[in-house]
């Protein structure tokens, strides 16, 4: 079998990228990339594409291998380049499983559970009083879902835009609101913040600080990722779970990390950090220091399906992002039906990926079509 084609897909509202890549067989595999500017050009750039199209699809890890040399002088190991590379190599384990007929969890290993735990991120209340964080997540608890986050970002009251400092207000502010939400909430509902990498070690360690009593799940980018060195002193300065790693590239990129123990929680995102097999590698290399992983997730539902393999398969899995509740596209793109029930995703037993995209309902979404429905 020999790879013949590589197509995207760019869709709308949503910006969500998808790939196929097509075979002599006839046997396509389809992915998703982390959406960003040009993803979907690049994932057909004849620069890209030369290294895939004659070439045995099943040898997937040597693919990746191959795109990554391919592309080495455009920044292979971060940004844009990196996501449709991670498109791609989902579409090819897509190939791979459904060649052999067995899903993508099995040619990963194996799996540890037959059904991956899904956290909503809720957001914001609907204004920022604590009440309203509290019945959104009561909300979103009585849906199913056994995990959420909510996220702290700066209030306009900040003294300052660029010193990322936070003031004595808004330091109580969100104790209030994530005290409020974490005590609307019932004791076996985990309970995430995320902090989106805006403030200092001095200042997010006060509210790393007022949370360690509320028992949370983690609190997650406190500050930028980048400082090794200054993230492993917030981890060590707070008994509050911190988590990082969205903005890391391969399994690299998330070495000084794990080495350093900066963090309690890795979150790879895996349709921008290498795909399914690097993010198995990173899960693994984490678990040797006995670190969790939860994967950063934004993609729609063939990406968060293309995840669950992974998740499936290591044993360190802690949940699995989601970003769009009541979100018609995303409820309507996949032939299957409801994708989350009860705040878990079934992985099943179908070769491959597993799931079918409805093609009518993504080209009645498509912004830019390159080659995707041909």
Known sequence: MKIVEITSVLLQPMPWVLVKVKTDGGIVGIGEAYHGAGVHQIAIDERLTKTLIGENPLDVDR?????????SASGYYQGAVMSA???????????????????????????????????????????????????????????????????IDPLPSRRDAYNRCISNDDIAHYVEVVTAVREALDSN?????????????????????????????????PIPAENVE????????????????????????????????AADIVSPDMAKAGGLLEGRR???????????MAPHNICGPIGTFAMTHVCAAVPNFLALEF????????????????????????????????????????????????????
């Open 63 to 71: 693919r990746f291998r191959d795109m990554m040399k391919g592309m």
């Open 85 to 151: 590379i991670s498109g791609i190599e989902m579409a090819l384990w897509d190939i791979a499983g459904q060649a052999v007929g067995v899903p993508i969890w099995q040619l990963l290993g194996g799996r540890f559970r037959d059904k991956v735990r899904v956290y909503n991120d809720c957001h914001a209340g609907k204004d920022e009083t604590p009440a309203a964080y509290a019945a959104k997540a009561k909300e979103v608890e009585a849906r199913g879902f056994t995990a959420i986050k909510f996220d």
């Open 189 to 221: 509902t985990d309970l995430a913040i995320d902090a989106h990498w805006a403030y200092t070690p001095v200042d997010i360690l006060k509210v790393a600080h007022a949370f360690e009593d509320l028992g949370l799940l983690w609190l997650e980018d």
């Open 230 to 261: 200054a993230m492993a002193m917030v981890k060590n300065s707070t008994k509050t779970p911190i988590c990082t790693g969205e903005n890391f590239y391969t399994r690299f990129g998330f070495r000084e990390l794990i080495q350093a123990q």
């Open 282 to 292: 990173i899960a693994d290399f984490a678990d040797m220091y006995y670190m969790p």
């Open 323 to 374: 970003h769009h509740l009541d979100n018609a596209l995303w409820s309507n793109l996949l032939k299957e039906g409801p994708l989350i029930v009860d705040g878990y995703i079934a992985t099943g037993e179908k070769p491959g990926l597993g799931v079918t995209l409805d093609e009518g309902v993504a080209k009645a979404a498509a912004k830019e079509d390159l080659g995707f429905f041909s």
